[in-house]
C-alpha cells in the first residue's frame, strides 16, 4: 500500500506565474479531493471528484484554479497567475466513499508565492 | 460561519494521564466525525471516526463521545504518551443530499496536544 503520493513537495514560485500540483491517490479508492490549508487553520474543501468527474467545487476555488482527474486515476490542480494569498499547502485526499469514508491524505504541496 | 469549532488551541498533559480534546459542530446535517492526527510537514493521518447515529467509539487507547443534543463531541486518548504530541483536528462529513454524499470534510482550527514525559 503505497498511500496517497503528492508531487512537488515543496513550491516557490514568483507573483503572477502559473503552477501545477499533481496527486496520485490509492488505487483503488474512486474519490479524490483537495484541500486547502493555511497555518493556524484547518484544511478547507476545495473541489472534488468521484472517478474522472469533478461533482463539487467550493467557492474558494476561484477561476484561476482548475483541477482535472483524467481517467480518473491521478489529478493535478492548476493555479493560474498565482497570488501571494494562494501561498498555502495544498493536500490531496482519497477515499472509497459509503459508510465512515474515511478520508487518506497525502503530505501536501508547500505553495509559497513571492 | 465556522461550522466546526475547537475552542482549545493547545493542551499539555503528563504521560500516562487522559488527554481530552473538544469539538462543536453547528451543521445537523454532518453524518460523521472524525479526528485526524498531524505532525509537521506531513497531510493529516486517520484516527478514529463515529456515525451521528451512534454515541462512542473506541479504538485501543482513542474513544470518541458525542452528544448530538449538544453538538458536541470529545476524542479521549488514554494513557496518554509522548508520540501523541502533534496537532489534532476534529472533522464533520456532509451527510446524503438528494441522495448523493460527496463527503467533504469540515475541519476545526486544530488543537495542539503536548504531552510530557
Known amino acids: 500500500d503505497t498511500g496517497v503520493s503528492q508531487n512537488p513537495r515543496h513550491k516557490i514560485t514568483k507573483r503572477g506565474q502559473n503552477v501545477t500540483f499533481r496527486c496520485d491517490p490509492i488505487s483503488e479508492h474512486n474519490r479524490l479531493y483537495w484541500y486547502r490549508q493555511t497555518l493556524g487553520q484547518g484544511p478547507e474543501f476545495l473541489t472534488y471528484f468521484q472517478n474522472e468527474a469533478q461533482l463539487e467545487k467550493s467557492r474558494l476555488l476561484s477561476d484561476r484554479f482548475s483541477a482535472e482527474r483524467p481517467k480518473g486515476s491521478f489529478s493535478t490542480l492548476e493555479i493560474q497567475r498565482t497570488e501571494q494569498g494562494d501561498s498555502a499547502m495544498y493536500l490531496c485526499a482519497s477515499s472509497l466513499g459509503g459508510a465512515g469514508g474515511e478520508q487518506y491524505f497525502g503530505p501536501g504541496t508547500r505553495l509559497t508565492v513571492t | 460561519d465556522q461550522q466546526v469549532k475547537q475552542n482549545s488551541p493547545s493542551l499539555s498533559v503528563q504521560e500516562g494521564r487522559i488527554s481530552i480534546l473538544n469539538c462543536d459542530y453547528t451543521?445537523?446535517?454532518?453524518?460523521?466525525f472524525l479526528w485526524y492526527k498531524k505532525y509537521p510537514a506531513e497531510g493529516p493521518t486517520f484516527l478514529i471516526s463515529i456515525s451521528s447515529i451512534k454515541d462512542k467509539n473506541e479504538d485501543g487507547r482513542f474513544t470518541v463521545f458525542l452528544n448530538k443534543s449538544a453538538k458536541h463531541l470529545s476524542l479521549h486518548i488514554v494513557p496518554s504518551q509522548p508520540g501523541d504530541s502533534a496537532v489534532y483536528f476534529c472533522?464533520?462529513?456532509?451527510?446524503?443530499?438528494?441522495?448523493?454524499?460527496?463527503?467533504?470534510?469540515?475541519f476545526g482550527q486544530g488543537t495542539i496536544l503536548t504531552v510530557h514525559p
Open positions: 451543521n445537523s446535517m454532518f453524518d460523521y
Open positions: 472533522a464533520a462529513r456532509d451527510g446524503y443530499a438528494g441522495g448523493t454524499s460527496y463527503g467533504k470534510l469540515t
